[in-house]
């Protein structure tokens, strides 16, 4: 399950379970609200902290095929003035958790690793991690452009398409990339408040205490 997926599933789930809970049986609802709470604060089910924990726990990617992965997703998403890289914002992490998590991606990204490397060894006598910056832009120029790429360069293409995805959502779904978006979620802020004028007309006001807490009034 990717980010997006997993917020939206939690999103969905806290605005279920108020109407779940009231359909069920008394010990279906203990059932229910039998949850662990993990770092964070967050509530989750045994099965998924025990799902979860036995993911983390395991690896995919050799060392030198997740540094093969940092050096790809940095091209696709380079730091620049405004965020840092792909593998500043944990890329490589997110996509060997993707690996693990969905092990349809397996064959296609320790394959098109293999393939890289190959395609490496055969241009510049070295692999992709070992290759100079120039070279490895050379050999993904080949490969992030479908409609330019040679016809033996397209298992590469896929794999690169590939490549390509995961790092956009692991990057635009981290705290770096959601900054690099501006997007700010949902925030706490001071309601304006019933205007003071209003509040009059019915012999009511606020207490200083909500008014230095919780209300602003715009002033023009």
């Known amino acids: 399950m990717d980010r997006r997926k997993y917020l ?14 009231q359909s069920c049986t ?3 609802k203990e059932a229910a609200v039998d949850v662990v709470k993990t770092e964070g604060g967050y509530e989750r089910q045994p099965n998924e902290v025990a799902h979860y ?7 995919f990617f050799d060392p030198h095929e997740l540094k093969t992965v940092g050096i790809l997703a940095d091209i696709i998403i380079p730091k620049d003035d405004n965020s840092g890289s792909a593998t500043e914002a944990g890329v490589p992490a997110f996509i060997e958790f993707m690996a693990k998590e969905k092990p349809e991606l397996q064959l296609r990204l320790r394959g098109g690793l293999k393939w890289l490397d190959l395609q490496s060894m055969k241009r510049f006598g070295v692999d992709v991690a070992s290759a100079s910056a120039s070279q490895q832009t050379e050999l993904v120029d080949a490969i992030a452009f ?3 790429a040679q016809p033996d360069m397209q298992y590469g293409v896929a794999f690169f398409n590939l490549m390509r995805d995961l790092t956009a959502t692991g990057f635009f779904t981290s705290e770096i990339g959601l900054k690099d978006l501006g997007y700010e979620g949902n925030k706490p802020n001071q309601w304006d ?6 509040l009059a007309q019915y012999g009511l006001q606020y207490d200083q205490r909500t008014l230095a807490i919780s209300v602003k009034f715009e002033t023009s």
Do not use: F, I, N, S
């Open 53 to 59: 924990q036995k993911l983390m726990a395991e690896t």
């Open 8 to 21: 939206k599933t939690l999103a969905l789930g806290t605005l279920a379970t108020p109407v779940l809970l």
């Open 146 to 148: 479908p409609e330019r």
């Open 26 to 28: 008394p010990e279906e």
């Open 193 to 198: 408040g019933v205007p003071p004028e209003v």
